[in-house]
C-alpha cells in the first residue's frame, strides 16, 4: 500500500511492475535531460545584454533539433512497446477469477472447480482494529497462490468501475456488459491493496481491493473452508 | 592611438557556441546521474532483494505476525 509522503510507485510485487518501473525511471531520465536543457537555454537566452536575439534561419540547427527529438522518441517507444507486448504475451493461467464491480463494493468468483463467490465490502472505519488500514480493508479478501498465473475477468454490474492494484501492476476497468481480461503474477507472498479507479456514484472511495497471496496449499486450504462456510 | 573596432556581428552565434555545449553536456551529466543515482541501484535492489528471498520463510514470519486472513498465526 502507499505510504505518508510518498514520491513514487508502490514496491513492484509483480514481474510487469518491476519492468513498468524500470521503464518509468528510463522515461524520467529522458524527461530530466530535455528540462536540463531546455531550463539551461531559456535562463541563457532571458540574461543577456544582447538585443538582435532573434535566428531567422539556420539549416544546421533545424537539422538538429528535427533530428534529435525523432531519436528521443524512438528511445522511449522501443522500450515502451516491448513492455506493451511483454504484457500480452500468452500467459497460460492457473487460475481465472472474476471480479465483478457494483455500487460500491467488488464481488468475486472462482468457478474453475467449484463455484466459490463472495462479496468484498470495505471495512468501516469505527470497524477496524489496531493494525489495518483506514479505507482500505475488506471484509473478504481475493486469495491467490503466489507464483502463479493468475487471469482476472473485471466486469460491472451497473456503472463503470475500475479493478487496480498498483503494486501488482494492474488496473482494468470493470464495464457493465463487457468482459476485460487482465493478468498477473503475484512474485511474493503478501497483502496487496488497490482502490476502484473509475468514478462510480457516492462510495467510489469506499470500495478497495485487497489480494492476498499465499502458498498454493494454503489457497486450496482457504478455499476449502470458504466453500464449507457457503 | 586608435582603438580596435569591437565585434559588432555575429554576437548571438557566439554566445550559442559558447552555452549550447555547456547545456548539452549538463544535460548529459544530469541524465547519467539519475541512471547511476536511481535507476541502475533500483534495479540492483531488487535483483539483490529476489536473489536471496526464501518465499516459505518470509511468508512463515508474515503468517505469524498476523498479516493474513486466509492463514491463520500457527497454534490459533
Redesign the interface.
Known sequence: MAHPSQLGFQD?ASPVM?EL??FH??A???V???S??VL??IV?MVS?K?T??Y?LDSQEIEIVWTVLPAVILILIALPSLRILYLMDEINDPHLTIKAMGHQWYWSYEYTDYEDLGFDSYMVPTQDLVP?QFRLLETD??M?VP??SPIRVLVSAEDVLHSWAVPSLGVKMDAVPGRLNQTAFIA?????FYGQCSEICGANHSFMPIVV?A??LE??E??STMMLEDA | MSLAKPAMRGLLGKRLRFHLPIAFALSLVAAAAFKYGVTEPRKQAYADFYKQYDTTKEFNNMREAGVFESVRPTGK
Open positions: 513492484a518491476e518501473l524500470h525511471d528510463h524520467l531520465m529522458i530530466l535531460l530535455i536540463t536543457l539551461y537555454i541563457a543577456t544582447l538582435n536575439k535566428i493494525g473478504h479478501r486469495v503466489v507464483e512474485s511474493r507472498p503478501g497483502v492476498e499465499v502458498p494454503h489457497f486450504k482457504w
